[in-house]
């Protein structure tokens, strides 16, 4: 009743704030539909309320009533810094606007020495760059080994999607049979199409390459003494002294060992005879009294699993009877709450908070409908089995979970402050997310995710030290209020704005006890690259941008400040993403580049690709090549401010097919944000059009940071007449129909070009790129967000449904008496 009183005595109040926030860009909400519940100084959505009572608080020792009043005590204290950051982002692009136009005006040359040094000094002038304080020294303590000193691959997956939860979290280890055969990496054999017989030998052959790929690889990693891999017949622990090694019958009759023996790490099940003699006897003698057992490697501090099993189809045709060869894969997972996720409001928020918490306390489960029969999915446990010396031990069975939350831009409207102004959005985030980790910190989950007592936060879309100061702050006041060592929450920094790049090393310094990542997040780096010169000129092609000065400079510079301050041990440095998903052949060849750059992660687009990926962190000594790249001369900074502006203008037809392909990425992806509730999906190709600069049949992932890019570029283009308003929208238009077809079997599809007026997705498309040059930073949330609340609006509600978080999944339940909300 209170609350009730309250919302019909304040809602012409609230409606007025919101609007003025709107206007100054510090909100993407839209004015609540119902009552809010009141939790001292704040108004609760009903759902976040709900999923704080049920699924975030038991279990921790902490109220809800505490939860909110930690929020409360949050926003009263740092929101006046987020606003004046965000105040500071708007009068530092004002002034570079006015810089460009000058310089534009006199027909400056801004490739030139000259106009990078007055470009450098002008930034210093306005504060843009900060003063050089010298070298630093990450000091950060408790991370975990994944983190710190093992380099693998790392998975982004979405919190919305259960399914794809489970399987990141479980891409610790993958089957690099099955990632070979279910990808181009082995080429398709078959001589004849449609002929069974043919299909049948080209699955022979398949298989074969299979196995000679896993032998080569093995032979690569693992060498032995004397022989191949494809010579060996059976193997096994034996123990010489106190200590086992590895035991290899070569078909030879010979034995052998590996060529570095403490790559043998340990061994579970029954494998081999105890001497050489019996393996002899054995081996064709008896074949009924089979191997079966896993043998463990390790290589540059990843595993690597030889599962024998002779008497499974893929072992009877090893003459080892290796089964599969199982690779520690993905060894950090990070949980998306930003760029990958569709959280227009609060009900969404609700059911990504309630993924968290379960991730955390190891509960999560999906149910798999597949060819008639129900399964049941959830998280692996830990592996275990018997070293060298005979001691049970064990390997995570998952991967260590990182999350990433919302950036200082944005504000959530499930929460509002006692004068109707929405709170932001990372403070929620941060709050939930330490609060979940509690469970994993006490030691009441039921799968540990970090042995070193750590919870890993990256934090997106900071500009400069100044924001990484704020989110120092904030870290450390959750800390402050739920009782935890100083520098527990661990920072990882995205380094994808031009502020944050031109100033990385002041950034990691306010940071330095509790930083554990940097990221060239290059996407939305090219994104805020292009907005941020905006008005100095038209930019390059966005296949071209890859090629630019700044870029090549930007890529180099993130490895090389993260090895000078110390990162190697410490923490990440992460470089370069494959969002190609089914080309897997192309992957093999060309991400090598990143650990040879230097860097000890890089992101993947699936488990399988994490399998394959994990392959050149065995061929590429990263910890070895960095002591090579730190000793090489540093990227100057003023090779990044040379922006990528066209030389010369391309030929009309180049202009239009470069718009095609850019409407093509952005309606494909906004359709599916704003209708269906999809934060990341694969753009496929069609009427050789290339999804966002791919190959023709080659679909990519897309996500916000690609729309931001491509809304950006076209927008840029626009403002200075490269096209035009009519033709921009006859592309859409044209590109609305194709994206229809496209999209025609999905389920409840509504055909944008059935009413391109009243369609959501159309229209927020083509808003973004008329009014991008005006956007903040090129973002694309607010309008998005916006666009699905009026989407979900609109949807008719056959029967309402309420969510019930409980500890293990969310069950849904008829909606329950008006009178408990």
């Known amino acids: 009743k ?107 040359d801004f490739t030139s020495a000259q106009q990078r040094a007055e470009s450098r000094a002008f930034l210093r002038e306005i504060g843009y760059m900060d003063p050089d304080g010298g070298s630093v020294s990450v000091t950060t303590q408790f ?7 093992i380099p693998a691959p790392q998975l982004l997956v979405p919190l919305d999607n259960v399914r794809y939860l489970i399987n990141a979290v479980n891409a610790r280890w993958g089957s690099l049979y099955d990632a070979l055969r279910g990808f181009d990496v082995i080429p398709d054999v078959g001589m004849l199409k449609n002929n069974p017989a043919s299909n049948s030998c080209s699955d022979m052959l398949r298989d074969e390459a299979v196995l000679e790929f896993g032998n080569r690889l093995l032979d690569e990693i693992a060498p032995l003494c004397t022989g191949y891999w494809s010579e060996v017949v059976r193997l096994w622990p034996k123990f010489v002294g106190n200590a086992q090694q590895l035991e290899v019958l070569l078909r030879s009759g010979s034995c052998t060992s590996l060529r570095r023996p403490s790559m043998f790490v340990g061994s579970s099940g029954y494998l081999g005879p105890p001497d050489a003699a019996a393996a002899k006897q054995m081996t064709n003698s008896e074949p009924q009294l089979s191997d079966k057992g896993k043998i463990y490697l390790s290589h540059h501090g990843l595993h690597v699993i030889l599962d024998i099993d002779p008497g499974h189809p893929d072992g009877q045709r090893a003459p080892a009877g290796i089964r599969d060869i199982i690779m520690e894969s993905a060894l950090t997972t990070i949980l998306d709450l930003e760029d990958c996720v569709a959280t227009a409001d609060a009900e969404d928020k609700a059911r990504v908070y309630a993924n968290l918490c379960s991730i955390y306390r190891g509960t999560l489960e999906a149910t798999m409908h597949q060819n008639g029969e129900v399964s049941t999915h959830s998280l692996e446990r830990d592996l275990w089995f018997r070293n060298v010396e005979g001691k049970a031990t064990s390997l995570p069975g998952r991967a260590v979970c990182v999350v990433r939350t919302a950036g200082h831009h944005l504000f959530s409207d499930g929460v509002l402050d006692e004068q109707g102004k929405p709170v932001p959005e990372g403070f929620l985030d941060c709050l939930v997310t330490v609060a979940a980790a509690l469970h994993d910190l006490r030691g009441t989950c039921r799968f540990s995710n970090s042995r070193a007592g750590s919870i890993y936060i990256v934090k997106p879309k900071m500009h400069g030290a100044r924001e990484v100061t704020l989110t120092c702050r904030l870290f450390g006041l959750a800390e402050e209020l739920f009782g935890l060592r100083r520098n527990t929450v661990k920072l990882g920094i995205m380094d994808e704005e031009r502020r944050t790049s031109m100033n990385l090393r002041e950034c990691i310094r306010v940071a330095s006890n509790r930083v554990f990542f940097i990221n060239s997040g290059f996407m939305d780096r090219t994104g805020d690259e292009i907005h941020t010169c905006m008005l100095g000129g038209p930019v390059v092609c966005k296949a071209d941008i890859k090629f630019q000065r700044w870029f090549t400079a930007y890529l180099d510079a993130n490895v090389e400040v993260g090895l000078f301050a110390g990162f190697p041990g410490r923490g990440q440095i992460g470089r370069g993403s494959w969002r190609k998903p089914d080309s897997m052949k192309a992957m093999l060849e060309a991400m090598i580049a990143e650990p040879m750059a230097g860097a000890s992660t890089a992101w993947v687009p699936s488990p399988a690709a994490a399998t394959l990926h994990s ?160 956007s903040p930073s090129g973002y694309v949330e607010r309008a998005l967000c916006d666009a699905r609340i009026r989407a979900k609006a609109r949807m008719t509600v056959v029967e309402p449904t309420f969510v019930t978080f409980e500890a293990t999944k969310m069950v849904e339940e008829a909606p329950p008496p008006m009178s408990r909300l």
């Open 615 to 774: 392959i050149h962190y065995h061929r590429v000594d990263v910890m070895a090549r960095q002591m090579q790249v730190a000793v090489r001369q540093p990227v100057p900074v003023e090779d990044m401010l040379e922006p990528p502006f066209l030389q010369v203008p391309p030929a009309k037809e180049v202009i239009m097919q470069e718009v095609r392909e850019n409407a093509l990425s952005i309606l494909s992806y906004i359709v599916k944000w704003v209708d269906f509730g999809i934060g990341c999906t694969k753009v496929p190709d069609a009427g050789g059009v290339a999804a966002v600069g791919g190959a023709v049949g080659a679909g990519l992932m897309v996500d916000r940071a690609t729309l931001r890019i491509c809304s950006q570029l076209l927008a840029n283009w626009l403002l200075h007449g490269l096209i035009t308003k009519s033709e921009l929208v006859q592309v859409f238009r044209e590109t609305a129909d194709l994206v229809d077809q496209q999209n025609s079997s999905m389920p409840a599809y509504r055909p944008m070009t059935e009413d391109l007026d009243g369609s959501e997705a159309f229209q927020v498309a083509l808003q973004l790129v008329v009014d991008g040059h005006r």
């Open 143 to 149: 991370v975990d080994p994944e983190v710190a000193t």
């Open 2 to 108: 209170e609350a009730r009183q309250w919302w019909i005595t304040n809602r012409k109040l609230l409606e007025r704030n919101l609007r003025q926030l709107r206007a100054m860009n510090t909100t993407r909400a839209v004015a609540p539909r119902e009552p809010y519940i009141r939790t001292g100084g704040l108004f609760v959505h009903p759902a976040l309320h709900r999923a704080v009572e049920e699924a975030i608080c038991p279990g921790t020792g902490f109220s809800p009533t505490y939860f909110w009043s930690c929020l409360e005590r949050i926003t009263a204290e740092l929101r006046p810094e987020v606003e004046s950051c965000l105040a500071f982002r708007d009068k530092m692009q004002a002034q570079v606007d006015e810089f460009y136009q000058a310089k534009a005006a006199t027909g400056a």
